[in-house]
């Protein structure tokens, strides 16, 4: 079974800077910051990070919520995460095992798909 969802964000309204990240207590996390050090690299962090979530359910997911997933981009469309309490509880109870995401990037616009691979049979015991 997979859980998809899709995410795109239009660069021009997502016009923000690191420091004003930190200041807003954001989206992102300090490590993840660190990892996006541009706005490109910033936006799809933050579409991988929505599509990741949302396809294991968590719509317009809280500050605490999003403090429970860390993404660090990779080359490519690889990326690795960690999760914590609610995130990580979801993730077992829905049985999944891995995600995987495609990320395409123009001048204009990021757009993240999120696949959250789940195993069948862990669901069939429950």
């Not at 997979?2 to 239009?10: I, K, P, Y």
């Not at 933050?46 to 403090?67: P, Q, W, Y």
Request: proline fraction near 1%.
């Amino acid at each position: 079974m997979l859980l998809v969802f899709h995410q795109e964000l239009d660069l021009h309204n997502l016009r923000f800077s690191a420091t004003h990240l930190r200041q807003k207590g954001s989206f992102l996390n300090e490590a993840e910051i660190g990892y996006a050090s541009s706005m490109p690299r910033i936006a799809a962090t933050v579409a991988a990070k929505r599509s990741v979530l949302e396809s294991i359910g968590f719509h317009d997911a809280s500050r605490e919520t999003l403090a429970m997933l860390e993404i660090k981009l990779k080359d490519g469309n690889r990326f690795s995460f960690r999760s914590s309490a609610a995130v990580q509880d979801r993730m077992w109870d829905r049985a999944v095992i891995t995600f995987k995401i495609a990320l395409t990037m123009s001048e204009t616009a990021v757009a993240c798909t999120a696949l959250a691979i789940v195993d069948q049979r862990a669901e069939k015991l429950k």
